[in-house]
């Protein structure tokens, strides 16, 4: 829910609660470099599950890459709680650099019970692959593009030794920008443009890996490929295979396929093209032969070299084991065609649990597969075997061995029939066999990168090349004919790879306060688009929070980089606080086009929410030392006291003071009803808090009853006594005499707290925005996309903040988790938003948007109705008036009960927070029925 202020019946909105057990966390660890202390973060709402992170623990000091020593440790305690720089590298756009040399760092993640901390955990060691340039994973070198970097840098090229030495000591800058990506002008597979792999030196790497495999065969060894591995790279070489309306040709196959074989002439393109096109005869679909694109890459540059790996360690292996697998779960990537299976590197986010940390974009089928990836991959780290470990599999995996090929099969489904067998065996023979026999061809032309804008790409006749299998290459050909030309480029010159010739623009040093600079990131992989992000500008200067000052500006250049601590907080196991008072910094983005830095964007501002964790002051002030009968001396104590005793006592912030909150919000609308205003609600805004009150109301297997609802109610009415828990009670159970059912009861809870704590303030809101404004719009919304959130009911809407995703263009961003009809949503309120910040109308802007907004006005309450399907009937009237009639009138005018009590929170763990008597006074509401106890106060209140 977005709006401009937060205004209630009794007590309104809570962003979190906590458990009363308190979760393991290392705290301060001592390693052999000296004392760390990372940040506890908790891995659910209400559990205590939780995982200590430590960021940036030096392991090697290294001015430079060469030589890196062991790091000498360091005094004190090292706060490991932010990211280091990465390896030095090459943007996408290859015009600079960014990251830095000193880059030797470890991050680590040690996942945490309820109980004491993890001990004896399996270790896992990520390596990040990047091919040593951009996105690709494969490994094969290509000398040739050490000639032409060496030649760009001014090293030797005749002598590899000698080149190897002084590339070593090149800048590093210049020598990661020798070598760039001329997407514009490839003649041959992209693969050939993106590898700089490592060559043999003699020293960092002595030899061949598959000659080095007998160095570590007795070490177990788990290796596999995905089903479509190679798509990423097939879509750069033939974008027609992302486009159902655009088709290929067998000679767009053969033209790619003669890129992959140079090295053996018209035989090895015509027989590579010949077994990869025997299905056709049977099916020339278009999708078999986009699948054929794919399969050929993903067979050259993944599967086939996995297979080698795995036949080379168990050829060397005594006593370890080598296990092999196929993951073949479909991509979730929406903008991939239907048939595509799992592309390179989507197993990652199975292995790593991303189902889990991220439920909206993934589904149940995709928590079991990840759950079992989890289970072997942690069992392999433990013991060395899948199968033996503390978690169980769905199937048992058998090893790996040269004579069967076993493999386990990853999907959605797995069990005994998940072992197979033999995995494309034939393309293998091919590949190992029929073409490696084939004689080389001699004077093959050799892919390098084009020398400038330009210079065409080059042969180099000083090395034998390499293809990305195998160690020849030759000239591709034609199949029209016997000669040996170069390859016939694509007829239709719309097949290359997507590029722009303008480099992306960005803002780079900026002044302001004083000069900054933050980090320019690509938006997509081909595309200029790009967003400028400067992190943790500081806006004032605050010892305390009391009287902040502004900030004074600062010397030089503020690298903008990093985000600040949070503002001083409770966690949410309330032993302890995180954050600072030192915290009044902004963040900033700024989109950015592929032509010109972008100028008069609207700005919008975030400020985030939390509810200040709210508490009694009264008790607050009790627990900090501070008087409590007089309300200014109070505050003026409250102010001083010290920050982390206070925040730990619950502090609640709407307390009358003579500046920062001089009067009740509503009677300072006056003050700021000139500026227009937009706010909203949710349909189902108080579901997360509704679920904490009456937990059954998220599982199907339990049943509301009638004293339970009266109860709630009992506890949002107790200023009223019995006649306000009866009224509420009637108005709100007057459906259920048609429709009893169980889903019909429990929308009523949700809708209960909805209404209290949000519908019902944000109507105020904004009726009294339209009673002071003069010549200032005000607009309304209800958001009615049902929530993604896989644990919740099927009747669900639109839980707290689920707007807030679609503002911010999540489905674009994370597009995985979201549907088409998401995107829709999302850009509708994108352009709503944007037009609203620049011109204070949401129709007029920038942006196209799909119906017309009206205002909202105090006689139809006009609002509009944000679903997947927005037309001219989306302004709607007077949404639940009965009841904001009944909260507003009828409820307000009825007597209120002396004495009533007030919720407050335990004074420490002994203490229970106070309940109403349980009798028919007028302290306490009561049952219906009967004299059983009264209710305890709901969350919101409680809290």
């Known amino acids: ?529 790009s967003v400028d992000i400067f992190k943790g500008i500081p806006f004032a200067t605050a010892k305390t929070l009391e009287n902040p000052q502004r900030h004074p500006g600062w010397q030089g250049t503020l690298k903008a980089t990093d985000f600040k601590e949070a503002c001083l907080q409770i966690t949410l196991n309330p032993d302890s606080t995180y954050g600072d008072e030192d915290c009044l910094y902004l963040n900033i983005w700024v989109p950015q086009g592929s032509k010109q830095v972008s100028q008069d964007s609207p700005v919008m501002v975030w400020i985030y929410g939390g509810s200040f964790y709210i508490g009694s002051s009264n008790e607050v002030a009790k627990k900090v030392g501070c008087p409590q009968d007089d309300p200014t001396r109070m505050a003026k104590c409250l102010k001083v006291a010290n920050p982390w005793a206070l925040t730990l006592a619950y502090l609640y912030p709407w307390e009358k003071q003579e500046y920062f909150i001089p009067d009740d919000p509503l009677n300072l609308f006056a003050n700021a009803a000139d500026i227009d205003y937009l706010a909203g609600t949710n349909d189902m805004d108080g579901c997360f808090l509704a679920a904490l009150d009456m937990p059954s109301i998220q599982d199907s297997n339990k049943n509301i009853t009638d004293e339970d609802f009266y109860n709630l109610v009992a506890g949002f009415t107790m200023t009223k006594g019995l006649d306000g828990a009866r009224a509420a009670f009637d108005i709100y159970t007057e459906s259920w005499a048609q429709d009893s059912s169980q889903e019909t009861k429990k929308k009523t809870v949700v809708n209960l707290e909805m209404d209290i704590l949000f519908l019902m303030p944000t109507e105020k809101a904004l009726a009294q925005h339209r009673a002071n404004a003069r010549r200032a719009r005000t607009y309304a919304y209800l958001f009615s996309m049902p929530s993604r959130m896989p644990i919740y009911p099927k009747w669900m809407g639109a839980d707290h903040a689920d707007d807030l995703q679609y503002v911010f263009g999540k489905p674009f961003a994370t597009p995985l988790g979201y549907r088409a009809q998401d995107r829709k949503v999302s850009k509708a309120m994108i352009a709503y938003w944007t037009n609203f910040a620049r011109t204070g109308d949401p129709n007029n802007g920038f942006s196209a948007v799909p119906t017309h907004w009206y205002p909202y006005a105090t006689d139809d309450c006009s609002y509009l109705d944000i679903t997947k399907k927005m037309g001219s009937d989306s302004m709607k009237q007077h949404w639940r008036t009965k009841f904001f009639q009944f909260w507003t009138g009828t409820y307000e005018a009825l007597p209120t009960v002396a004495n009533a009590p007030t919720p407050v929170p335990p004074l420490d763990d002994s203490e229970a927070a106070p309940v109403p008597p349980a009798d028919d006074s007028e302290a306490a509401p009561v049952l219906p029925a009967d004299d059983s106890p009264a209710p305890q106060m709901p969350a919101a209140i409680g809290f």
């Open 1 to 529: 829910m977005l709006r401009m202020g937060h205004l209630g019946l009794a007590v309104v909105g809570l962003a979190c609660c906590w458990a009363l057990v308190r979760a393991a966390k290392l705290g301060a660890v001592y390693t052999e470099g000296g004392f760390v202390e990372g940040v506890n973060k908790k891995l659910s709402f209400l559990g205590n599950d939780s995982v200590d992170i430590f960021k940036g623990i030096p392991f090697a000091t290294a001015k430079t890459l060469e030589n890196p020593q062991r790091h000498p440790g360091w005094q004190g305690t090292l706060k490991a709680t932010d990211f280091k720089e990465t390896c030095l590298q090459i943007t996408l756009n290859p015009d600079s650099t960014y990251g830095d040399e000193d880059c030797l760092y470890l991050n680590i993640w040690v996942p945490q019970g309820s109980k004491q901390v993890s001990q004896d955990s399996p270790v896992m060691v990520w390596i990040y692959g990047g091919s040593f340039y951009i996105g690709s994973s494969n490994e094969v070198d290509f000398f040739n593009n050490y000639l032409y970097v060496a030649k760009k840098v001014g090293c030797p090229q005749d002598d590899p030794t000698r080149m190897a030495k002084c590339l070593k000591v090149a800048d590093p800058r210049a020598l990661t920008l020798a070598y760039t990506i001329p997407w514009a002008k490839r003649e041959y597979p992209a693969i050939y443009y993106l590898n700089t792999g490592p060559v043999v030196d003699g020293d960092f790497i002595p030899d061949d890996p598959l000659n080095l495999f007998a160095n570590a065969a007795d070490i177990d060894y788990l290796a596999g490929t995905n089903d479509m591995d190679g798509y990423f790279l097939a879509a750069l070489d033939m974008p027609s295979i992302q486009d159902s309306n655009k088709n290929i040709t067998d000679e767009d196959f053969y033209n790619l396929v003669t890129g992959f074989t140079m090295t053996k002439g018209l035989d090895g393109a015509r027989a590579a093209f010949d077994i990869y096109t025997e299905s056709w005869a049977q099916d020339s679909s278009q999708e078999t032969k986009k699948k054929t694109v794919v399969d050929l890459e993903t067979d050259i540059l993944f599967l086939m070299p996995t297979e080698k790996a795995l036949a080379q360690h168990r050829a060397n292996a005594r006593r370890a084991r080598t296990y092999a697998y196929l993951f073949s779960v479909p991509s979730r990537n929406p903008d991939f065609p239907t048939w595509i299976g799992a592309d390179h590197m989507e197993e990652i986010a199975y292995v790593f649990g991303k189902p889990f940390a991220n439920p909206l974009g993934y589904r149940a089928q995709d928590r079991k597969v990840s759950k079992a990836m989890i289970a072997y991959w942690t069992n392999f780290a433990r013991t060395g075997d899948p199968n033996n470990g503390f978690s169980a599999v769905p199937t048992h995996w058998y090893p790996y061995a040269t004579d069967d090929c076993s493999y386990l099969d990853i999907t959605k489904k797995m069990g005994s029939d998940s072992m197979k067998r033999h995995l494309r065996t034939k393309f293998y023979q091919f590949w190992t066999r029929t073409y490696e026999a084939l004689p080389t061809v001699a004077n093959a032309p050799t892919p390098v990168p084009p020398l400038d804008d330009s210079e065409d790409a080059s042969v180099s006749p000083l090395a034998a090349p390499v293809s990305p299998l195998l160690d020849s290459e030759a000239t591709p050909v034609s199949p029209l004919d016997d000669s040996e030309a170069a390859p016939v480029s694509p007829l239709n010159h719309s097949e290359a790879a997507p590029t722009s010739s303008a480099y992306e623009s960005q803002l780079g040093t900026v002044y302001t306060g004083g000069f900054m600079e933050g980090v320019n990131k690509k938006l997509s992989l081909l595309g200029n688009d």
